[in-house]
């Protein structure tokens, strides 16, 4: 998902709901900072690249190890077609 598509989907719930939109960005954001201590707990997949779902909401962080580094590369909506964000 690209900066703008996530901008996009915060957009789309604060037209719903603007405490939905809060949640989003605070899971989203919680999921982010998780990352910090808990990045090795899920498995990589063959290119490396490693996952967390977010527990309220249709998306998942996907995310790479780098040596000093976390590199978030894509949130992504579970509807859109699988791998859209490659």
């Given at each position: 998902?690209a ?9 789309w719930?604060?037209?719903r ?6 949640s989003?960005?605070t ?5 982010i900072e998780?990352?910090?201590?808990t990045?090795?707990?899920a498995a990589?997949?063959v290119?490396g690249?490693?996952?967390r ?10 995310y ?13 909506h579970h509807r859109r077609?699988?791998?859209?964000w490659?």
């Amino acid at each position: 998902m690209a900066r703008s598509d996530l901008i996009n989907a915060i957009r789309w719930y604060q037209e719903r709901n603007r405490s939905t939109a809060d949640s989003f960005r605070t899971s989203i954001k919680r999921v982010i900072e998780n990352l910090a201590t808990t990045s090795m707990h899920a498995a990589a997949d063959v290119d490396g690249v490693r996952r967390r779902v977010l527990k309220d909401f249709p998306f998942t962080v996907f995310y790479v190890l780098e040596e000093h580094a976390i590199i978030v590369i894509a949130i992504a909506h579970h509807r859109r077609e699988p791998g859209y964000w490659k």
